[in-house]
């Protein structure tokens, strides 16, 4: 073996080595409820948009199979988060989906409509979790224990997946809405609230998929 492959592959040990501490100090709640067999993280996206559903995401990862690069969605490129979101669904010992839609946002509220999300996640999980790892929030109506965590999904990988989920299954609602709804630019934007999605609405009006509560002090 020369020296450049050498140097090549000691490099590679050494991001390796990094990567594996970073996730290890992202699973410090995780270790600290190794007693619990099935640890779920919960997280969301879609709450700020003027358009769209909210959507949840609810994660059990695998113990025996550690995903490299799991991180707060926001911190990941788009192809990225593609990629993980891929392992995830393939490795994760379960994965549950909760999607609320503009209609039912307007007439309950963005936060409310957020819980009831996430709990349609932890319902579609085909594993039932013994600790919830939330984050920042408590979700109402859930038995399960739960463990709200400020900034969890820099905080933990379950609840790192979990963004990750939401993030990606809202993205691909987004740019399939775009088909339906053309000139708001929504395969862009994902429905917040940029200057051609504003000046948009002022000039087309709004969508079914717009929310009535959020857009009128656009309309």
């Given at each position: 073996m020369g020296k450049r492959e050498e140097e090549k592959q000691r490099k590679a040990?050494?991001?390796?080595?990094?990567?594996?501490?970073?996730?290890?100090?992202?699973?410090v709640y995780e270790e600290r409820y190794q007693d619990?067999?099935?640890?779920?993280?919960?997280?969301?996206?879609?709450?700020?948009?003027?358009?769209?559903?909210?959507?949840?995401?609810?994660?059990?990862?695998?113990?025996d199979c550690p995903i490299l690069y799991l991180n707060d969605s926001?911190?990941?490129?788009?192809?990225?988060?593609e990629a993980l979101y891929g392992e995830i669904m393939e490795h994760a010992v379960a994965v549950g989906i909760g999607t609320v839609g503009p209609g039912r946002?307007?007439?309950?509220?963005?936060?409310?409509?957020?819980?009831?999300a996430m709990r349609q996640a932890i319902k579609n999980l085909a594993v039932k979790p013994e600790l919830l790892l939330n984050d920042?929030?408590?979700?109402?109506?859930?038995e399960i224990p739960q463990v709200p965590i400020i900034k969890g999904d820099a905080k933990s990988i379950?609840?790192?997946?979990?963004?990750?989920?939401?993030?990606?299954?809202?993205d691909r609602m987004m740019v399939k809405y775009e088909e339906c709804f053309p000139g708001y630019g929504f395969a862009?934007?994902?429905?917040?609230?940029?200057?051609?999605?504003?000046?948009?609405?002022?000039?087309?009006?709004?969508?079914?998929?717009h929310r009535e509560t959020f857009i009128k002090n656009f309309v």
């Amino acid at each position: 073996m020369g020296k450049r492959e050498e140097e090549k592959q000691r490099k590679a040990r050494e991001k390796l080595d990094k990567e594996l501490s970073r996730l290890k100090a992202m699973s410090v709640y995780e270790e600290r409820y190794q007693d619990y067999s099935y640890v779920c993280g919960i997280d969301e996206a879609g709450r700020g948009p003027l358009a769209g559903p909210v959507v949840a995401g609810a994660v059990i990862l695998s113990r025996d199979c550690p995903i490299l690069y799991l991180n707060d969605s926001k911190k990941l490129s788009e192809k990225k988060r593609e990629a993980l979101y891929g392992e995830i669904m393939e490795h994760a010992v379960a994965v549950g989906i909760g999607t609320v839609g503009p209609g039912r946002i307007d007439e309950i509220n963005i936060l409310q409509a957020t819980y009831e999300a996430m709990r349609q996640a932890i319902k579609n999980l085909a594993v039932k979790p013994e600790l919830l790892l939330n984050d920042a929030v408590t979700i109402p109506e859930v038995e399960i224990p739960q463990v709200p965590i400020i900034k969890g999904d820099a905080k933990s990988i379950s609840i790192a997946a979990a963004s990750i989920v939401a993030k990606v299954t809202r993205d691909r609602m987004m740019v399939k809405y775009e088909e339906c709804f053309p000139g708001y630019g929504f395969a862009s934007n994902k429905g917040y609230g940029t200057k051609v999605h504003i000046e948009a609405l002022k000039a087309l009006g709004p969508t079914e998929i717009h929310r009535e509560t959020f857009i009128k002090n656009f309309v």
